[in-house]
């Protein structure tokens, strides 16, 4: 509105604007309010996600996360080439074998020429260890019976001792414990 509008008005048309103006001002004064209590509350959130920014990252060691989930560490890469034995890194072989075989070659892998009369040397050895079948031992118990043909009484056999009905297992070698 300019100037010569506001002239052309009487007083009650200017007591009518002050008053719209008036409740514009309130209005506006209460959502700026408002508005300053919103950007507080952000910038209270805005601090408190920047403290979380400043703490280490979470790992399996200071979280309940699980171990899959750890970062690990980046190895150099090595090459894998061909490993010698050393001490500890392998059986030993075992002091007193059941038997012992001794194979010798008898062609080359190479040229197939005999090689059956040339010396030959031990170049490896290992033992081959077989663990035998366990094979139960059955015993079926059948007690027999009958009636007394002086009696009439039933009667039945006695199971031998250590062969009592029950449970059907038996450690034949107690483990030592």
Same mark, same amino acid.
């Given at each position: 509105m300019d100037r010569a509008a506001l002239d052309s008005l009487d007083r009650e048309g200017l007591i009518r604007i002050i008053?719209?103006?008036?409740?514009?001002?309130?209005? $506006?004064? #209460? %959502?700026?309010?408002? $508005?300053? #209590? %919103?950007n507080a509350e952000l910038r209270t959130q805005n601090a408190e996600l920047r403290a979380k920014l400043d703490q280490p990252p979470k790992t399996p060691d200071n979280s309940s996360l699980p171990p899959s989930l750890g970062w690990k560490a980046s190895s150099p890469v090595r090459s894998k080439g061909k490993r010698k034995a050393h001490p500890g890194a392998h059986r030993p072989l075992h002091p007193n074998p059941t038997q012992k075989r001794d194979v010798f070659a008898s062609s080359c892998p190479h040229c197939r020429a005999d090689v059956s009369q040339s010396p030959q040397w031990a170049c490896e050895a290992y033992d081959r260890i077989e663990i035998p079948a366990i094979k139960p031992e059955v015993t079926r118990v059948t007690l027999h019976g009958g009636v007394c043909p002086c009696c009439a009484g039933r009667f039945k056999a006695a199971p031998p001792e250590g062969l009592e009905p029950g449970y059907p297992f038996v450690i034949a070698h107690p483990a030592v414990v």
């Open positions: 008053l719209m103006q008036f409740e514009a001002i309130e209005r $506006l004064t #209460a %959502e700026v309010v408002a $508005l300053r #209590a %919103e």
